[in-house]
T-cell receptor, first 111, second 116 residues
Framework: AQSVSQHNHHVILSEAASLELGCNYSYGGTVNLFWYVQYPGQHLQLLLKYFSGDPLVKGIKGFEAEFIKSKFSFNLRKPSVQWSDTAEYFCAVRGDDKIIFGKGTRLHILP | EPEVTQTPSHQVTQMGQEVILRCVPISNHLYFYWYRQILGQKVEFLVSFYNNEISEKSEIFDDQFSVERPDGSNFTLKIRSTKLEDSAMYFC??????????????FGQGTRLTVV
């Protein structure tokens, strides 16, 4: 069975700082990888996804993530965060039929 | 853009009562899911559903829970006798392909269930 771990529970940054959120997964076979974002009071929205091909994937709102197969990692990055990026971020992996989510990282951006 | 819709957005129920949470998946999708998120915790998989039967379920999805696709559009989650610990946000999701790989899951807005 697959599992996902996110390294940071709560991250606080100032606007314009760079962001990297760690995600590692465990699964023996082919995976699909996702980052979802949940803004306060809202539902899950897909930020980006990796299925195959170029391991550097770009998503919405300037986010990107890099799949490093040897490290079983899929870290999320953004060069310059904005106050509107305040949200909870979930890394997720699909190794069979279901998507399994990490515990989430609460990102708080100071204006 | 097509979306997954869930009703109601908020349901308050008394402990021991039965609740039915409703979802309308995206019309050409074949794979359906229920997830829940207890306040402040992670999103947890409950069940996946394909071809009118449960494909996979988690240990959370015990005999209190059931799912159904009563017609061509709705997908429901029933909790037979609610407990306080069932209070959570319940998300429905759907995806297009048969086995679910190489496709994203689209999530609904969620139903906040409060058991009192």
């Amino acid at each position: 069975a697959q599992s996902v771990s996110q390294h940071n529970h709560h991250v606080i940054l100032s606007e314009a700082a760079s962001l990297e959120l760690g995600c590692n997964y465990s699964y023996g076979g082919t995976v699909n990888l996702f980052w979802y974002v949940q803004y306060p009071g809202q539902h899950l929205q897909l930020l980006l996804k990796y299925f195959s091909g170029d391991p550097l994937v770009k998503g919405i709102k300037g986010f990107e993530a890099e799949f490093i197969k040897s490290k079983f990692s899929f870290n999320l990055r953004k060069p310059s965060v904005q106050w509107s990026d305040t949200a909870e971020y979930f890394c997720a992996v699909r190794g069979d039929d279901k998507i399994i989510f990490g515990k989430g990282t609460r990102l708080h951006i100071l204006p | 853009e097509p979306e997954v819709t869930q009703t109601p957005s908020h349901q308050v129920t008394q402990m021991g009562q039965e609740v039915i949470l409703r979802c309308v998946p995206i019309s050409n999708h074949l794979y359906f899911y229920w997830y829940r998120q207890i306040l402040g915790q992670k999103v947890e998989f409950l069940v996946s559903f394909y071809n009118n039967e449960i494909s996979e379920k988690s240990e959370i999805f015990d005999d209190q829970f059931s799912v159904e696709r009563p017609d061509g559009s709705n997908f429901t989650l029933k909790i037979r006798s609610t407990k306080l610990e069932d209070s959570a946000m319940y998300f429905c999701a759907s995806s297009e392909l048969v086995r679910g790989m190489d496709t994203e899951a689209f999530f609904g807005q969620g139903t906040r269930l409060t058991v009192v």
